[in-house]
């Protein structure tokens, strides 16, 4: 930027000299008496003041700013997978707080206790699904937690093998029969689905990672259905549909889990209640063993 001025700033300036003088005695850089143009700059040193082109006076040093300037800011971003429920309480910082929660997936296997000898109802085979906290309330004081939900549960035993498999002959009633002339990979399955009320306890270990989980979860079993398949000898599929088959309405279960990082790790689950009832079904108790995820 460049700046052309007449003599008569060279006039101010040797007036300001003048005027500086009187009060306090100061250097003189350069006095021009004649001059007869005055050329103003910005350099990257400062500002300069060139009298004729000829002599350059520097009268001012300063730090050139930039003219753009940045900013940096972080956000964190909330994922599902970051964090064990989601939390929405107003008071989250203060040693006693309610929370609104949702977690808990639960997945693992389940084995048929007490089943009879010949049911066959395998561990391997036998899967459990839920989703522990679909929605709940939770109070935490210091380490310390109480909850209460809503969740979902599906349960599916199932047994395999070549010489015989389950049919429902009348509502309430499950029957084993033997597999007809030639018929091979038979299966049944007994699928069982239920809305349950977990009431829980949590204690985590203070400067740790580590949460124990224990309480009760009260069911009301809401669908209970038995589906058996097999090949017959001229390997047609052939699959057998029952509902009815004699559920019990209202169980309740014993739950225990143990989480090692962000609401993480094992858990296991157990119905002292069969999950059918009648003289005419088999009598077993579930229990399953997996991993719990977002606790």
Avoid: C
Avoid at 275 to 295: A, D, E, N, R, W
Wanted: net charge positive; charged share 20%; aromatic share 12%.
């Amino acid at each position: 930027m460049k700046r052309y001025i007449t003599a008569a700033v060279s006039a101010f300036i040797t007036i300001y000299s003048i005027s500086a003088a009187t009060t306090e005695s100061t250097d003189t850089i350069r006095i021009v008496g004649d001059a007869s143009k005055v050329v103003i700059s910005e350099t990257d040193k400062g500002i300069a003041v060139n009298v004729d082109n000829n002599n350059t006076i520097y009268i001012a040093d300063y730090n050139q700013t930039d003219r753009f300037s940045t900013s940096q800011s972080t956000t964190k971003h909330l994922s599902f997978f970051d964090y064990k429920a989601y939390t929405f309480s107003k008071s989250k910082h203060s040693k006693s707080h309610w929370d609104a929660i949702s977690g808990g997936f639960n997945i693992g296997l389940v084995n048929a206790v007490g089943q009879p000898a010949d049911l066959g109802m395998r561990w391997s085979k036998s899967f459990e699904i839920s989703w522990l906290n679909t929605l709940g309330v939770r109070y935490t004081h210091r380490s310390l937690s109480v909850s209460l939900g809503l969740g979902l549960d599906w349960r599916n035993y199932k047994i395999t093998g070549n010489d015989h498999y389950m049919v429902s002959p009348a509502p309430g009633e499950i029957d084993f029969v033997e597999a007809p002339d030639g018929a091979h990979s038979l299966s049944s399955r007994i699928k069982v689905f239920s809305l349950g009320l977990p009431l829980l306890y949590t204690q985590r270990i203070p400067g740790t990672t580590l949460a124990f989980t224990a309480g009760a979860i009260l069911n009301f079993n809401t669908h209970a259905s038995l589906k058996s398949t097999y090949e017959s000898a001229d390997n047609r599929h052939i699959e057998e549909y029952s509902e009815g088959i004699g559920k019990r309405n209202v169980t309740y279960d014993l739950y225990g889990a143990i989480t090692f990082y962000r609401g993480n790790g094992l858990y296991i689950r157990y119905s002292p209640q069969s999950v059918l009832k009648g003289s005419k079904v088999p009598q077993f108790h579930p229990l399953s063993i997996g991993v719990t995820l977002f606790m």
